[in-house]
């Protein structure tokens, strides 16, 4: 019995997008709405019907069997391409409007993928910013009765701090700005219902060039002042007030950089500047001005340390250390805070604050001493980038 070919006039049915031939089927550009799998198994299964039509025989022409192996061939393409896109979809990457692969082999895919990649990378921008507000509250209520004594007392501390840095191969700028200002009650007390703990409004910039691999010319200046008045215990004497004091430094020098996160600079060229607007109600001595001295003038050396560790994602640890000296009187001031993040918007803070200062020397001393503060907080925190 002789076998019967099938005319490709025969063929009926098929969508728009598809042609077929005697020999093979070529597929068109598809829209992203088809769903791939349903259609190839609905290509392969007419295909068959027409190959199969003839249901005298079991015999099939060699063009059937090209154009059944022409299917195979073009399903396992399809399907694969599906995949890569799959996995394309998956990857980290701004969504292209109106891309289109042209391409149907996998590795053409991939190629284009990478040179999606690299292209964004090269428009990244050099300017990296970065925000973090923090409030945290602390409430404590005694009876007047109760055995170990004690007043009731509510405290209060806002932290609002910003980076904006430009960063290239040869040159980068660090900005940051911070304002800290924080307030508590406490009940013996009788003047003040409420006592500025803590206010601080501080700036400071550096600008670095690249001269050998780590190591950079340096020039830094930074700017801090407090805003509200802070008055001593049961006394209208104040400690601070607006713009009172207000201290500037800058230096010139070097920053190294050893490893990432850590800055040292040496300043053998260092100003500093303290200035008071208020000399009749704030006391210049505790500042290390002479009494009635509005502003003092010092130039010397410095050295300014800088380091962040993170030895876990919810563990964040910044310390800085400051040292001047117009080789008359010394200032060492540390600062280390220690941010322990507990879920998305919460988290605490432990700060340790210990300064010295030669020039200043309290009433009722005979010489200068350490200084120390320390605060422990929890509550709301979150970053922006």
């Known amino acids: ?3 019967q070919h099938v005319s490709p006039d025969s063929v009926q049915s098929f969508p728009d997008t598809v042609q077929l031939y005697p020999d ?24 068959s019907e027409t190959i199969h039509r003839n249901d005298t025989t079991d015999t099939l022409t ?33 969504e292209v409007t109106n891309a289109v692969i042209e391409r149907s082999w996998v590795k053409d895919a991939e190629e284009d993928r990478k040179d999606v990649v690299r292209a ?63 307030g508590s009650t406490i009940s013996a007390d009788s003047l003040h219902k409420v006592n500025t703990t803590d206010d601080l409004l501080r700036f400071y910039t550096k600008a670095n060039l690249r001269i050998v691999p780590k190591l950079f010319t340096s020039i830094s200046g930074e700017l801090e002042t407090r805003l509200l008045p802070t008055y001593k215990s049961n006394s209208m004497e104040l400690k601070s007030g607006p713009f009172s004091p207000v201290r500037f430094n800058m230096a010139v020098g070097l920053d190294y950089k050893p490893v990432k996160d ?17 000399t009749i109600r704030v006391s210049g001595t505790d500042y290390g001005l002479e009494t009635g001295q509005r502003t003092q003038h010092n130039v010397g050396s410095s050295v ?40 998305r ?41």
């Open 120 to 182: 964004i990378q090269a428009m990244k921008s050099p300017w990296h910013k970065e925000a973090t507000l923090m409030v945290q509250i602390t409430q404590n209520y005694v009876t007047s009765n109760w055995y170990q004594g004690g007043s009731s007392s509510f405290a209060g501390l806002g932290i609002a701090k910003g980076k904006i840095n430009y960063i290239s191969d040869r040159f980068t700028w660090e900005n940051t700005g911070e304002w800290r200002i924080g």
């Open 62 to 94: 060699l063009a059937d069997l090209m154009r059944l192996d022409s299917i195979q061939r073009e399903a396992h393409m399809l399907d694969s391409m599906r995949i890569v896109n799959a996995e394309l979809e998956l990857q980290e990457i701004p």
């Open 262 to 278: 850590l800055s040292i600079s040496v300043s053998p060229l260092s100003y500093k500047l303290i200035h008071l607007m208020d």
């Open 24 to 47: 093979t089927f070529r597929l068109s550009e598809q829209p992203a709405t088809v769903d791939m799998d349903e259609f190839l198994l609905d290509l392969v299964l007419q295909q």
């Open 304 to 343: 300014r340390v800088e380091y962040t560790w993170k030895p876990v994602r919810e563990v964040a640890l910044e310390s800085k250390f400051y040292f001047y000296t117009n080789y008359y009187h010394v200032e060492i001031d540390l600062e280390v805070n220690c941010d322990f993040i507990i879920n």
């Open 1 to 3: 019995m002789m076998a």
């Open 345 to 385: 918007f919460m988290s605490a803070r432990l700060m340790l604050h210990p300064r010295y200062d030669s020039s200043v020397i309290m009433k009722g001393d005979t010489h200068a001493k350490i200084q120390f503060r320390e605060l422990l907080s929890i509550g709301f925190a979150h970053k922006f980038h």
